[in-house]
């Protein structure tokens, strides 16, 4: 089935150690978003690409990167990461048809 | 700028109870996307309902119901005869329906309403 796949779904790491999540998508769509979702609180976006043309939210921070080699995949690289980055990690493509369709998220722990 | 607003943060009901659960959004398109999502313990949004801003058409599937009420802005979802499976995080969700820009249809989510259905 087509979808959209995130590696791993949980994650743990050390305070300051570079990670990176991965999300992969086999519907072909255009568009590739990050959310970010901490504890008790609204999937916030992180990023996003239309194909290979990428847009920062204005308030993400320069801690958070995001690359997008191809169609199928893109990455969510945290240079250092604090404990205020544990979160859940949502990638979501949409198509043309302006459906979206999630990934079942990669949770961040961070020790 | 988009902005939801889910007015209850937390609801707790009984099983078979129906349970309301609102969501009022604000944007300045002419044109846009109104979703739900169920959020579950284990993490994953499941996707419930579009429905987009020209059709203001109740819908109904099962024991999900929506009413979309353009000129108050709200985007209501109800729930009959509640069950224990119901228990899950609810979101709104609102999207520009256009292409290009910067924004591409991203999603602007409500704070969420955490359902809790007692047996």
């Known amino acids: 089935d087509a979808m959209v796949i995130q590696n791993p779904r949980y994650q743990v790491t050390q305070f300051g150690k570079p990670v990176t999540l991965s999300c992969s998508q086999t519907l072909n769509h255009n568009v590739m978003y990050w959310y970010q979702q901490k504890s008790s609180q609204a999937p916030k976006l992180l990023f996003h690409y239309y194909d290979k043309d990428f847009n920062n939210e204005a308030d993400t921070p320069d801690n958070f990167q995001s690359r997008r080699p191809n169609t199928s995949f893109c990455f969510l690289d945290i240079r250092s990461p604090g404990l205020g980055d544990a979160a859940m990690y949502l990638c979501?493509?949409?198509?043309?048809?302006?459906?979206?369709?999630f990934g079942s998220g990669t949770r961040l722990t961070v020790v | 700028a988009q902005k939801v607003t889910q007015a209850q943060t937390e609801i707790s009901v009984v099983e078979k109870e129906d349970v309301t659960l609102d969501c009022v959004y604000e944007?300045?398109?002419?044109?846009?996307?109104l979703f739900w999502y169920k959020q579950p313990p284990s993490g994953e949004l499941v996707f419930l309902i579009r429905r987009n801003s020209f059709d203001e058409q109740n819908e109904i599937s099962g024991r999900y119901s929506w009413n979309f009420q353009k000129s108050t802005s709200s985007f209501n979802f109800t729930i009959t005869a509640s069950q224990v499976v119901d228990s899950a995080v609810y979101f709104c969700a609102l999207s520009e329906a256009e292409w290009g820009g910067t924004s591409y249809g991203k999603l602007t989510f409500g704070q969420g309403t955490i359902l809790t259905v007692h047996p």
């Open positions: 979501a493509t949409r198509g043309t048809g302006n459906g979206y369709t």
């Open positions: 944007t300045r398109d002419t044109t846009y996307y």
